[in-house]
C-alpha cells in the first residue's frame, strides 16, 4: 500500500475535492416523505399478544398461583350457608261460583300480574307474618336478638324515630330486614312455578323459614280477596248515590250557561279560526327556516367575500372563467422563462387574466346580491304572517275567554256521568258470592333440610379468583409494554424507522453482568475505573472476534458484514460512517469489529476515529492519540504520517487526534473531503467512527460525505423517538442510510418467539460448527 500517495493526491484533489465527495443519496423531496409511522413487520395483533405473554409468563403463572391460593383461603374462611327451597303456583284468576257466570281469563302476555305478584312476596308485611308464625324475633340462632355496638349507633344517628321505640320494635324490624335480605324468589320461565329460596347458617332455619313463607303468602292472599269483597259492596252503596246528585247538578249548570251565554253547538272540533291559526303558525315555521337559511348564507358572503359559497362554486359562468384563467397563467409561466414580463406578448397575457379575474369578481357580486334578495323576501314574508297570526290569536282568545267555563262545566258532566256508570256497572256485579272464590296460590313443594351447603363454592370462587389474577397480570403486562418505548426486537426497528435491520449483535453475557454493561463505550464516565472496564471489554470483544471466528459474536459481526455488501447494488458502502443516537450504544465496538471482519477478507480497511470530542478507539488498540485526524484537518501533519498499518487483521488506523477547539468545522472543510477522496482510491473501504448523532453536528456532516451511514441501536435501552430523531437529523443531511444494528440483543427480553428463530437466548445458531474446529487462531498483537 502506497501511503505517501495519499499526500501527493491530496494537493491535487483539494480544489476539486468537494465536487468529487459523494453525491447525496436523498432528494429534498424524500426528505418531506421521511415518517415514522408503523408499517406492517409480518406480526399479526395475536402473535403480538403472544409474544408480550411469553415474555412475561412466569409472572402470570406466579399470578394465577397466587390467586388461585388467595381464593381457596377466602373460601376456606367464609361461613357455610344453607339454602332452602319452596315451590308456588300462582294462577292469574281461580274459577268463580257465580250464578250464569264464565270463568273470566286474563291475557297470558301482561306481565304486571306476576310483577305485583313477585313483589308481594318479597314485601315487609309477608315478612312480619312469617317472624310471628315463627317467632323469630326472640329467637338467639336466628341472629337477630343483639346487634353490633356499630350497627347500634348506626340507627340511632341516621334513625330520630329510633329513640322512641322499645327495645323490641327494634328486634323487630331488625329480624324483618334479615327475612327480606336472605329471601330469593326466582320464577321459572315459560310457567306459573315460582321458587322461594332462603338461606341462613342452620339448614333447620333455612327449611323452616321457606316453609313458612309459602304457608303465610297462601294465607295473605285468602285474606285479602275477603277483605276486598265484603268492603266492596258497602263502598259502592255510598259513593252511587254521591255521583248521582252531582251528575244531577252538573248538567243543570251546564244547560244554564249555555243560554247565558249564546254558546251554540260548541264540541271538541276545531274552529275555523283555529284552523286559520294552526296553517299560519305552520307557515310561520317554514318562513322562519328559510329566513334563517338565507340569513346564514348572507353571513357566510360577507365573511369570505363570498369565494366559498356553494352558488359561486357551482356556477357555470365562474368555473369557465376559472378554467381559462388558469390556461392563461400556465402559458404565462411557460412564456416567463423565455420572455420578459415587459414582453408586449406577456402584457398582454397578464391583461386577459386581469380581465377574467373582474369578470370572475363581477359574477361573485351577482350571486351575493342574489342572496341578499332572497334573505329580505324571505324576512318580510316572515314578518307579514307574524302579523296575521298575531290577529287571529285575539279572535281565537275571544272566544276562548267565553267558552271556558263552558267547557269546564261541560267537562265535570262527563266525569260525573262516566263515574256514575262505572260504580252501577261494579255494583251490579259485587255481591256475595265473590267470597266463594278459590284461592289462586297453591304449594307444589315444600322446603326439605338441605344435607349440603349452597355456599361458599370452589366451583365459582377458584375460577374466579383466577379470573382476577390472570386479568391482573394481563393489564401489568399491558401497562408495562405500553409504557416500553425502547427497541426489543429487529421487527420493531424496521416497523418503526422503516429502514432494514442489517444485523443483530447479542448482548455479551460476561460483560453484562460488570458496571459497564455491555459495550457502552461511547458513555461519558467521569471514574477511571469504569472508563477502564469498557475499554477491556473492548478489547476482549475484539480479540474473541479475532482469535475465535467461529464464536457467536464473531459470526454476528460477520452476518452484519455480509449484509452490507449487499445494501447496495455496488456492494459494501466506499465510505460507510457508523454512528448512534446517543452515547453508550456501541458505535466504536462495531466500527472497531466491522474493520476486524473486513480485514479478514483481505481488503484494504482504513479506519477513522472521527469522534474528535471524546475519542476511545485509541485506547482500546493500545495507540496514542498525540497525531490522527484532527492534525490532517488543520494542515499541520500528512496525511501518511497520521495513520498506523496492520493494527488488526491488516486494518489502517486512523485515530482522532488532539482534541480541536472547533471539531464541526474541521469537519465541514475541504480537507475532510479531499482525504475521504484520496482514501476511496487507495483503500477497499473507509469506516468512519462518528460521534453521536444527538445534539452535535459533527455526525450529519460526517454523514453527507459518507457513501453510507449505519445507525446503532442499543436494545431495550435507547427510546424510539431519540432514534427516530437522530434518523431525521441525517436524512435532514442528505445522508444515505443504508440500515440498523440492533446491539446487545436479550432474546428474553424480546420473547423467544419473536419471529426469527435463531436461538439468540442461548446462541445455539451462532455455536454451529464451533466444535468441528478446535484449532486455536492467533491473537490480536498487543501495541
Not at 251490579?428 to 333440610?449: C, H, M, P, R, Y
Request: hydrophobic share 40%.
Amino acid at each position: 500500500m502506497n501511503l505517501p500517495a495519499m499526500d501527493a493526491q491530496a494537493g491535487g484533489a483539494a480544489g476539486g475535492a468537494l465536487a468529487e465527495a459523494p453525491a447525496a443519496r436523498l432528494a429534498p423531496a424524500q426528505i418531506d416523505q421521511f415518517r415514522l409511522d408503523a408499517r406492517s413487520s409480518g406480526l399479526s395483533p395475536f402473535q403480538r399478544y403472544l409474544v408480550a405473554l411469553q415474555k412475561h409468563m412466569r409472572f402470570v403463572i406466579g399470578a394465577a398461583i397466587v390467586s388461585l391460593l388467595v381464593g381457596a383461603f377466602i373460601t376456606l374462611l367464609m361461613p357455610r350457608i344453607y339454602t332452602a327451597t319452596t315451590s308456588l303456583q300462582i294462577d292469574r284468576e281461580a274459577a268463580k261460583v257465580l250464578r250464569s257466570q264464565e270463568m273470566s281469563v286474563e291475557n297470558p302476555s301482561d306481565p304486571q300480574f306476576y310483577s305485583t305478584q313477585y313483589e308481594l312476596l318479597r314485601s315487609r308485611a309477608l315478612a312480619e307474618r312469617v317472624m310471628n308464625s315463627l317467632g323469630l324475633a326472640n329467637r338467639k340462632d336466628f341472629g337477630a336478638a343483639e346487634p353490633s355496638g356499630l350497627r347500634l349507633f348506626w340507627e340511632r344517628l341516621f334513625s330520630h324515630q329510633d329513640e322512641a321505640k322499645t327495645e323490641v320494635e327494634r328486634r323487630q324490624r331488625r329480624t324483618i330486614d334479615i327475612l327480606m335480605k336472605n329471601l330469593y324468589v326466582q320464577p321459572v320461565p315459560m310457567s306459573r312455578i315460582v321458587k322461594l329460596s332462603y338461606s341462613n347458617r342452620s339448614p333447620q332455619l333455612a327449611r323452616d323459614i321457606s316453609a313458612s313463607f309459602a304457608d303465610n303468602f297462601v294465607a295473605m292472599t285468602l285474606d285479602r280477596r275477603y277483605s276486598a269483597s265484603s268492603y266492596a259492596r258497602g263502598f259502592l252503596e255510598e259513593k252511587l248515590q254521591q255521583v248521582k246528585l252531582k251528575l244531577e247538578e252538573s248538567e243543570k249548570q251546564v244547560v244554564a250557561y249555555a243560554q247565558k251565554e249564546g254558546i251554540v253547538n260548541v264540541d271538541d272540533k276545531i274552529s275555523v279560526t283555529g284552523a286559520n291559526l294552526k296553517a299560519l303558525n305552520e307557515s310561520l315555521a317554514e318562513a322562519t327556516a328559510d329566513r334563517i337559511k338565507n340569513a346564514q348564507l348572507w353571513t357566510q358572503a360577507q365573511i369570505d367575500n363570498g369565494a366559498g359559497l356553494p352558488q359561486v362554486m357551482n356556477d357555470k359562468v365562474i368555473e369557465t372563467a376559472r378554467e381559462k384563467r388558469a390556461q392563461l397563467m400556465a402559458e404565462y409561466q411557460d412564456k416567463l422563462r423565455l420572455m420578459k414580463p415587459d414582453f408586449p406578448e406577456m402584457r398582454q397575457t397578464r391583461a386577459q387574466i386581469v380581465e377574467y379575474d373582474k369578470q370572475i369578481a363581477r359574477q361573485i357580486d351577482l350571486v351575493k346580491r342574489s342572496i341578499k334578495s332572497q334573505y329580505d323576501a324571505s324576512r318580510d314574508q316572515e314578518a307579514s304572517l307574524q302579523h296575521k297570526i298575531d290577529a287571529l290569536k285575539a279572535e281565537t282568545l275571544d272566544l276562548r275567554n267565553r267558552s271556558i267555563q263552558y267547557n269546564i262545566l261541560q267537562r265535570e258532566v262527563d266525569t260525573n256521568r262516566s263515574l256514575y256508570d262505572g260504580l252501577l256497572q261494579q255494583y251490579k256485579e259485587v255481591g256475595v258470592t265473590g267470597a266463594l272464590s278459590t284461592n289462586n296460590v297453591s304449594i307444589v313443594d315444600k322446603a326439605e333440610l338441605p344435607a349440603q351447603p349452597s355456599s361458599p363454592s370452589y366451583l365459582l370462587n377458584l375460577p374466579l379468583a383466577l379470573l382476577v389474577g390472570l386479568l391482573g397480570s394481563a393489564g401489568w403486562i399491558a401497562a408495562r409494554e405500553i409504557l416500553d418505548d425502547t427497541f426489543k426486537s429487529p421487527e420493531e426497528v424496521e416497523e418503526f424507522l422503516g429502514m432494514p435491520a442489517l444485523g443483530v449483535i447479542p448482548l455479551n453475557k460476561a460483560s453484562a453482568r460488570k458496571k459497564g454493561k455491555g459495550l457502552d463505550d461511547d458513555k461519558d464516565d467521569a471514574k477511571d475505573k469504569k472508563s477502564s472496564a469498557k475499554v477491556e471489554s473492548r478489547k476482549h470483544l475484539a480479540r474473541e472476534i479475532v482469535d475465535n471466528p467461529l464464536s457467536p459474536l464473531a459470526e454476528a459481526y460477520r452476518s452484519l458484514r455480509t449484509a452490507l455488501q449487499f445494501s447496495t447494488p455496488h456492494g459494501a458502502p466506499k465510505v460507510l460512517l457508523v454512528t448512534s443516537s446517543q452515547p453508550g450504544e456501541g458505535k466504536s465496538t462495531t466500527s472497531l469489529c466491522l474493520a476486524a471482519n473486513f480485514g479478514q477478507l483481505g481488503m484494504r480497511v482504513l479506519l477513522i476515529d472521527a469522534d474528535l470530542r471524546k475519542a476511545s478507539l485509541h485506547k482500546t488498540l493500545g495507540l496514542s492519540n498525540n497525531i490522527g485526524l484532527s492534525n490532517v484537518l488543520t494542515g499541520t501533519l500528512e496525511t501518511s504520517k497520521s495513520v498506523r498499518e496492520n493494527v488488526l487483521n491488516g486494518v489502517t488506523f486512523m485515530a482522532s487526534g488532539p482534541i480541536p477547539p472547533n471539531p464541526a468545522e474541521l469537519l465541514a472543510g475541504p480537507q475532510m473531503s479531499s482525504m475521504l477522496a484520496v482514501a476511496r482510491e487507495i483503500f477497499d473501504i473507509v469506516i468512519i467512527d462518528g460521534p453521536p448523532t444527538m445534539g452535535l453536528a459533527d455526525a450529519p456532516l460526517l454523514g453527507n460525505l459518507a457513501d453510507g451511514a449505519l445507525i446503532v441501536v442499543d436494545a431495550g435501552h435507547t427510546r424510539r423517538r431519540t432514534v427516530a430523531a437522530a434518523v431525521k437529523r441525517l436524512y435532514f443531511a442528505r445522508t444515505h442510510m443504508v440500515g440498523v444494528l440492533l446491539n446487545k440483543f436479550d432474546a428474553r427480553k424480546a420473547g423467544q418467539t419473536y419471529g426469527y428463530g435463531y436461538g439468540y437466548g442461548g446462541l445455539d445458531y451462532f455455536d454451529y460448527g464451533s466444535k468441528l474446529h478446535s484449532e486455536k487462531k492467533p491473537s490480536i498483537a498487543k501495541s
